[in-house]
């Protein structure tokens, strides 16, 4: 029961810094750098697909209200974080959480492109939902938007190994 609340209190924080990051978000019309996906990863590759998959909704949900408040996409922006989530998690059960630095980047990688991409899409929608479109909106910026997607995946593949070995050390140390 012990290691089960202390999993929960740590998804919660994991979904708060998740709502926060994403809250301070740098925004240049269609790119977006953000690493509110930092978090749901580090949940996801600890504890799995559940957890990574609530996280990115308590985070992304929390962090879309307080923004941007209910739309008719709101569910749609919050769909590839927990995605990614689950991914994420899903791929480190599956490798029994015990993942090298290059799985690691490989699952990160593939997890940051799927966000990416069903950002796009969520974009054109939303864009032609409420009347912003205009051509180049999305396909002006693509490639930029594609480049900061691989270099944030890269530097979130070799710096999670190192959280993940801290993190992982105190959750078991408190439930020993």
Excluded: H
């Amino acid at each position: 029961m012990k290691i089960k609340t202390r999993q929960l209190a740590l998804d919660a924080m994991l979904a708060a810094m998740c709502a926060v990051l994403g809250y301070i978000a740098l925004d240049f019309l269609s790119i977006k750098i953000t690493f509110e996906s930092l978090p749901i990863l580090l949940g996801a590759l600890l504890f799995g697909p559940l957890d990574g998959a609530l996280i990115g909704l308590v985070g992304t949900g929390v962090y879309q209200l307080l923004r941007y408040g209910v739309s008719a996409t709101t569910v749609l922006w919050m769909v590839p974080y927990i995605l990614c989530g689950f991914l994420a998690g899903y791929y480190a059960k599956k490798k029994g959480f015990s993942l090298d630095a290059k799985q690691t980047v490989f699952i990160v990688v593939l997890t940051e492109l799927i966000i990416t991409i069903l950002n796009t899409g969520v974009m054109y929608l939303d864009s032609k939902i409420y009347a912003y479109y205009f051509p180049g909106f999305i396909t002006g910026t693509l490639a930029v938007r594609f480049v900061v997607c691989v270099v944030k995946a890269i530097v979130f593949g070799l710096v999670l190994p190192m959280l993940l070995r801290g993190v992982s050390k105190v959750v078991r140390r408190e439930s020993a």
